[in-house]
């Protein structure tokens, strides 16, 4: 197991576009986080998953965002109708359960350009 | 709601020195975790150090040590024998320990870390 892969490592897309990533975490990680992160800024919590339940979703995230574990193993996080200020670096993490501090281990990121 | 405060947006080192990044947090919570993940120009976040903050001993890492001042709320990372690839952002990061479906890591700014040869 190599660590938490995502995919693609950068999309340039333009506006009004719709883009998905795709984070595949380790393999006995059953939490899976989403953060995006802008320049010059900490990650900011987007949503979180216990298996394939999506258990928390930040405010952050709009009606065009919408993110799926369906097997709880790898998961999709997909962007309808992109705007210039979706320009980000998306991050995903990824941990397990039976670890009372819920390390997390980060993928590379995908980066998000909007035109 | 919690907060994390990273008061210093940069700082250098140099090599073979020592440097001591601060965060201070804001919490009405007992039991939590603290965390310094580093983020190298790669922009692949790594974990450095973690304390539980039931612990009254700082956490060490090699050459990587946290000075937890929980009455104070405060959380410092020193490094030590600085090296040329400790140049990174360093962000400081809390978690609540109680149980249930609050997860997620509370973020400082960061702190942008140079080392000068």
């Known amino acids: 197991d190599t660590g938490v892969s995502q995919n693609p490592r950068h999309k340039i897309t333009k506006r009004g576009q719709n883009v998905t990533f795709r984070c595949d975490p380790i393999?006995?990680?059953?939490?899976l986080y989403w953060y995006r992160q802008t320049l010059g800024q900490g990650p900011e919590f987007l949503t979180y998953f216990q298996n394939e339940a999506q258990l928390e979703k930040s405010r952050l995230l709009s009606d065009r965002f919408s993110a799926e574990r369906p097997k709880g193993s790898f998961s999709t996080l997909e962007i309808q109708r992109t705007e210039q200020g979706d320009s980000a670096m998306y991050l995903c993490?990824?941990?397990?359960?039976?670890?009372?501090?819920?390390?997390?281990?980060f993928g590379a990121g995908s980066r998000l350009t909007v035109l | 709601a919690q907060t994390v405060t990273q008061s210093q947006p940069e700082m250098s080192v140099q090599e073979a020195e020592t440097v001591t990044l601060s965060c201070t947090y804001d919490?009405?919570?007992?039991?939590?975790?603290l965390f310094w993940y580093k983020q190298p120009p790669s922009r692949q976040m790594i974990l450095v150090i973690r304390?539980?903050?039931?612990k009254q001993q700082n956490a060490t890492e090699n050459r990587f040590s946290v000075n937890f001042q929980k009455a104070a709320k405060s959380f410092s990372l020193k490094i030590s024998d600085s090296q040329l690839g400790d140049a990174a952002m360093y962000f400081c990061?809390?978690?609540?320990?109680?149980?249930?479906?609050?997860?997620?890591?509370?973020w400082g700014l960061g702190t942008s870390l140079a080392v000068n040869p």
């Open positions: 304390q539980e903050a039931y």
């Open positions: 919490t009405s919570e007992s039991d939590y975790y």
């Open positions: 993490a990824s941990s397990r359960s039976l670890s009372g501090a819920n390390v997390l281990t």
């Open positions: 990061a809390y978690r609540s320990a109680r149980a249930g479906n609050n997860r997620k890591l509370i």
């Open positions: 393999s006995e990680h059953n939490r």
